[in-house]
């Protein structure tokens, strides 16, 4: 019986999160395959809507990585990405869906690792809580 | 503004969970500035209840809708057949718009999805504040353009209070005494004579303790022969 690889959706921003990226690639770095990304202007374009959708439509986790929050390329972008991450993740939890299923990360683009360990974590997740299903998740 | 703010999700869950087909309805108007029942809010709404329902393994349909202001009959007939269509309506508008559709459609069952705050303003990006609370007998002309009946927390006439400190509320020190406030804007204005004269008790016969409350216009009614003409006309 083969095992069911998670979905796990990850919203980069262009300019940090995919420089790192970027770079964890040619450092050789690897994060799980179960991992999809999306890339958008600046984790600030990222919705709550954009967040629910990607659940809405098979991820089992949900993550945004953009810039540190003191060198965001669009000023403030990463902190408005972490307020949507955030309400999203309340409207979750009050529907008893774990809140480990979204989180929000931050990434120099010179920093090779933070986005391969933001995706390893997530993916870690997604394979410890199960799939977003009847039966799946933590007891 | 009439603000709001939406129910806790998981209160909503519980409520439309036993039917099938559920119409979301939203409005453009107060509830959409106060972000809490506008078109992306509707939406996100209904995302947050079908991510619900996939991890429940629940099957269920939602319609998201959303009318330019729902508490005026004409707008709800733009979703007529939708409302008619589905097993519970969830409204989220204001009071007045889960009423009106309600009142239009009684054999349909129609669920608050927001809980109705107060008459407000925004202050900043995401925050809104009472200002009224629709007394019928507005005073503010004598009090700075401060309402003291919806901003002090004994709605004192004639004040402020001995609680009153250092321009704050002993209620709560994050909020504003409004009499030291009314007292700051009379001074700018010149006008501090008024804080020295006596309010007498208010009437509040014209307020909500009196029962419903029903404001008429007679010249804008329609006779009952207009009436007839409208009704033919639609």
């Known amino acids: 019986m083969t095992e069911t690889r998670p979905k796990v959706v990850g919203f980069c921003c262009e300019r940090h999160a995919m420089d790192s990226a970027t770079l964890a690639a040619r450092s050789g770095k690897e994060w799980d395959a179960s991992v999809r990304i999306v890339t958008v202007p600046c984790s600030g374009r990222v919705d709550g809507l954009h967040l629910l959708k990607a659940f809405e439509d098979g991820a089992d986790a949900v993550f945004v990585v953009g810039c540190l929050e003191k060198n965001c390329y669009y000023d403030t972008g990463s902190i408005e990405g972490r307020k949507r991450v955030d309400h999203v993740r309340s409207m979750l939890a009050d529907l008893g869906i774990e809140k480990e299923r979204i989180e929000m990360f931050n990434a120099a683009s010179t920093n090779a690792w933070a986005f391969a360990e933001a995706a390893n974590r997530m993916a870690e997740v997604a394979k410890r809580l199960g799939p977003l299903e009847p039966g799946g998740g933590s007891k | ?234």
């Not at chain 2, 014209?206 to 009704?231: F, M, N, S, W």
């Open chain 2, 1 to 234: 503004m009439i603000v709001a703010k939406r129910k806790p999700m998981g209160d909503i869950a519980k409520m439309v969970a036993p039917y099938k087909k559920v119409a979301v309805i939203g409005c453009r108007s107060c509830v959409a500035i106060c972000l809490a029942g506008g078109e992306k809010e509707v939406k996100m709404t209904v995302s947050a209840l079908k991510v619900r329902n996939r991890k429940e393994g629940r099957e269920q349909q939602f319609e998201a809708l959303v009318v330019e202001r729902q508490c005026e009959k004409e707008w709800v007939k733009e979703v007529e057949d939708k409302v008619k269509d589905a097993d519970l309506v969830l409204s989220m508008a204001c009071s007045l718009g889960a009423q009106t559709i309600a009142d239009m459609y009684p054999e349909k069952i129609v669920f608050p999805g927001l809980d109705t705050g107060f008459f407000g303003v925004p202050e900043e990006q995401g925050v809104w504040s009472e200002k009224c609370v629709g007394c019928g007998n507005c005073i503010i002309h004598l009090t700075g353009g401060i309402c003291p009946v919806a901003r002090c927390a004994k709605s004192m006439l004639n004040g402020p209070c001995g609680g009153s400190s250092n321009g704050h509320c002993e209620v709560n020190l994050e909020i504003e005494c409004a009499w030291y406030a009314i007292h700051e804007r009379l001074r700018l204005q010149k006008r501090l004579d008024l804080i020295e004269a006596v309010m007498p008790p208010k009437d509040w016969s014209t307020g909500h303790a009196g029962g419903r409350r029903t404001y008429v216009r007679e010249d804008a009614r329609l006779t009952q022969h207009q009436k007839k003409g409208k009704e033919g006309a639609q």
